[in-house]
């Protein structure tokens, strides 16, 4: 029987690292996300008229976050040359800046 140390190094590689500037662009995009995130369940307590013009801009929003969010990955996998497995999605450590390949 493996150990829990065991099967977690199986989930999850160290793959690569990024600079502090790149850790802080992808920081300020997941915080921006989550805020975002965190925001429609107050939508359904909101007027219907504004309500809807919250939700359209919230999506516009989302949409646009998400982008940058997809685009900062491929360019950074591009740079460091980061191994990418179908069924693994890439992780960052913000506290260490350590960017992990997670099975997903």
Known sequence: MKNNKQCTAQLKRLIGM???EER???QTLFERQNALKEL???LTTMDVDESNAL???MIKDMGSVSAKLKL???E???AYNWDNIPG???EID???CEIYLVKM
């Open 88 to 90: 693994h999605k890439w």
């Open 18 to 20: 990024v600079t502090e």
């Open 72 to 74: 900062w990955w491929k």
């Open 55 to 57: 939700y359209e801009k």
């Open 76 to 78: 950074k996998s591009i």
């Open 24 to 26: 802080d662009e992808i």
């Open 94 to 96: 913000f506290e260490s």
């Open 40 to 42: 429609f369940p107050s």
